[in-house]
């Protein structure tokens, strides 16, 4: 029973997904779209679980004074603030002006812009270290990359033919490639959604 | 320089910069603005999810449901049975809390084990369908059509990208030819792909920048 | 002339007065009879029927294009097509379709508390009314007709026949993989150097740091992420490296809990599995990124594994990993992101090889097969790619009709 029934529950609902598909029939539908709704439900209450591990981790560390141990008093100062923040005044913490939109506003929203625009830094080394064309394929990397890069800029003379070349590149051969790494994708997730619904891969789920 | 009177502005600029911090190395200032950023967006997702999911949809649609259920017995209609279908959801969500209980924390896995499937037989269709069928309808290109030389790269590309992609034959003699060409082809991909996204992140640094320098300080804009 | 003949034509003359007078004062209708001249022919042939491949809330109607549609008169300008629950009753506007169009679909609601809402199995009558500029003319009721759903989607029979098609050839090379046959596969770079990582962090007595990625887990890369976990888990039980799985998603940290569990029970090493580290962190991206960075900059881990979905992060993540020294093997079916990865990773699993991983670091038989399989997938392809460009080019539109699919 604890080994089985999961298993028999993967095989019949991925089997219902796959057959959903081809029956256009109002039931199908129906049960189809209840199915993505529990998933979201699920989802739901799985952060119940995801507040306890944060929670749990973040005071185990306190207690055992692991080195650092006051930045995770810092992390549950900050969740639990804004929990209360959130849940004190009901839906209405939702309405734009209410102290929980505030703290995502002036805590969440700058800190969020600022990780993402490390990525011009990040972006300068990777690309310092990619481009040294040291072999072929380093080199057709970084002659396509400046190619695109610069499509925007005014070259002069030289825009109409970057552009053009920028346009041959982007519709053609990478589109080409683009096509392939799909199909490629495309056919290793059928075949892992296979192994899946036939219980032929199991290792993601638990024994005793 | 006019810097902001406002106290939320001075906070999102201090944190910008201790995140900023980091491109130094690591450092007090930085593990601070990360433990909050943490802690808050931890805290933010969930009283979202919880006003616009837990209550909007399961508490809401179950108590409906209840209610039709109630009025109108089994004669509903299937859509009203949308409703109470939630009570199964809910009974599916519930059964993962069963985790944090040792001794019965296995029923969790019939909630897990729902997903897994739900997803594959999903994702089984999804991808055969648009990674499958609708790229072999949209490579089957004319040879003889005005683009003919665009459409031939773009059959040899792909031919050779599914080539590079085999895995039951070693990359060796002229198979192995036409899967380094077929590399080549995915190189041009990455640099194109590099490449385009590396104005957008300018973009983002710019964006930073005008927050700290115009907002903030008021020193431009 | 005698006395009767003058009566008469006094009579005569009376009867011719009233008439001109009635003329006069009561013209007949012009605007009318011009009108009635300047009608539309009506739509004829009004068939209604059940729309195919549909869920049982929607009926086809189709008619006849009246004869002053594009001729004739020419001043037919829109079709009105009206829906009654009996040839008698009240007709209703269900919708319009401009001049030279001959079909409508009455499209309903499945709800039953839409305002739209078109139960199937309950008769209903339509009538076609061509529309001109103030004239319109109405075609006769048409047969009954009610919608029903299908039980298969006949527009979707390609797709039928890719899963059947695909499906054969896994099995069929998963059975001869049972067999015992010998299932050759050619070596990966990435996926011979896992080995290798995890014996560096046995050495270094430092951990290894694994991220599932930004999916959640009804993401197929997701759970081809979880199927290489177990493997890359039950090689550090053995080796008893310590491993780290800070979790983007709850019901992930609950799969990738079971499987770190079952690999290290796999292993023969349940005592030192510890749950605390496979552990929630955020569900927000970059605070994760900030999170996994803080984790990679202090715990230094030797080996970081970063397989499944990744978005605009994993530079981030990867560029940190190369700055604290770990060695790092990288793995996404975002293509978007592979630049990145190769840039700054030392080996990486490029799209369909991240669903390879699986069978690979395993060398189990069936999972072999169905690579098998997915190679023969990838030569149906490439053949119908050779024999489409054939088709394509010489005008052959039924090979491209073998592929497309009504959704």
Redesign the interface.
Known sequence: M?RV???T??????????VQ???????F??LY???L??????????????????T??SV?KVRRKIP?WG??V??????????IV??VPG?A??VRGSA?M??????????????????????A???Y??FRART??AT??????????L??VPLGPLSAVNQWLAN??????????????????????????????LG??R?????? | MHPSPDI??W???L??LG??S??YGDNPYY?????????????????????????A??IRNVGIGLNTFITEGFSAG??D??HW??I???V???L??L??FPKIG?IS?????????????????N??V???LR??E??ILSLGAEFWF?NL??????????I??FFSKEHKGAFGGLARV???????????S??????S??S??I??MD?LFGTWLGMIG | MDRYSVKMRKLQAFVFFLLFSSIVIFPPDKAFAQEEAEMPASPTQVEASDTP?????SITVKWKLSADDGAGKNNVVVYEVLRSDSPEGEFELRGMVPAGESVFEDQGA?DKQSPNYLP?HKQFYYKVRAKGDGIQSESLVSAPAYAY?????TG?FP??VA?IA??AF?LAF?NLARKGKELYVRPLAGIEAVDEAIGRATEMGKPILYIIGLG?A?M??T??S??IL??VAKKTAEYQTPILIP?Y???V???A???V???Y??AGRPDIYKE?NI?????????Y??GVNGIML?ERPATNFYLGKFY??S??L??TGSVAGSIQISGT?E?AQI??F???TDYTL???????A?AYLGREP??LG??K??DW??AV?IISLILGAIAASLHFQFFLDLFRVQL
């Open positions: 604890r029934m999961p298993f529950i993967v095989t019949v609902t991925g089997l219902f997904m796959l598909y081809f029956i256009p029939r109002e039931e539908e129906w779209e209840w199915t709704d529990w998933i979201i439900v699920i989802g739901c209450f799985a952060m119940l679980l995801g507040l306890w591990s944060m749990y981790v185990s650092g930045y995770n810092i992390t549950l100062a900050g969740l639990f603030f804004v929990l959130g849940f839906q913490s939702l929980f505030h703290l995502f506003e002036y805590i969440y929203i700058p800190v969020q812009a600022s990780m993402f625009s490390l990525l011009a830094f990040y972006i080394s990777a690309a270290r990619a072929i394929l057709i990397l970084l002659v396509s990359a400046i190619i695109i890069m499509r925007l041959f590149i982007l519709t053609v051969p990478n589109m080409a490639a683009k096509r392939a790494f799909w199909i490629g994708v495309g056919l290793g997730a059928t075949a892992t959604a296979l192994k899946i619904m032929i891969e290792t993601y789920m638990g024994r005793d | 939320g502005i906070i999102g600029a944190l910008t995140i900023f980091f491109l593990k601070f603005c990360e433990a909050l950023f943490v802690g808050v967006s931890a805290g933010h997702w969930f009283v979202t999810l919880f006003w616009t999911v837990f209550v949809k399961l299937l859509s049975y949308l279908s939630y199964f959801g809910g599916l969500g519930f993962m809390l985790r944090l296995w896995r019939w909630s897990l084990a729902f997903v897994v499937g739900t997803t594959s037989g999903y994702f089984f269709i991808y055969l648009s990674n499958g790229q072999i949209k490579s665009g790269i773009l059959v040899v590309g792909t031919f050779c990208g599914l590079y992609f077929g590399i080549w082809f995915l190189m041009i991909t990455f640099g194109a590099f490449g385009y996204t590396v104005m992140r300018m983002l640094l964006g930073r927050y | 491949n549909d869920n049982g809330h499945k199937s759903g299908q039980w298969f989607h979707k797709v039928f899963v695909f499906s896994a998963i959640s009804d197929i890369a759970i081809a979880f199927t177990s493997r979790c998603d709850a019901v940290m609950a799969v809990q079971e499987t569990k079952a690999a029970m796999e605390e552990f929630f962190l955020t569900s927000m991206q970059f605070a990124v900030a202090r605009a992060e530079l981030i990867a560029e079916d293509i630049p990145f190769v840039a700054a490029i799209g369909e090889e991240l669903y390879a699986s069936v999972l169905t690579l399989g997915q997938g990838k392809v």
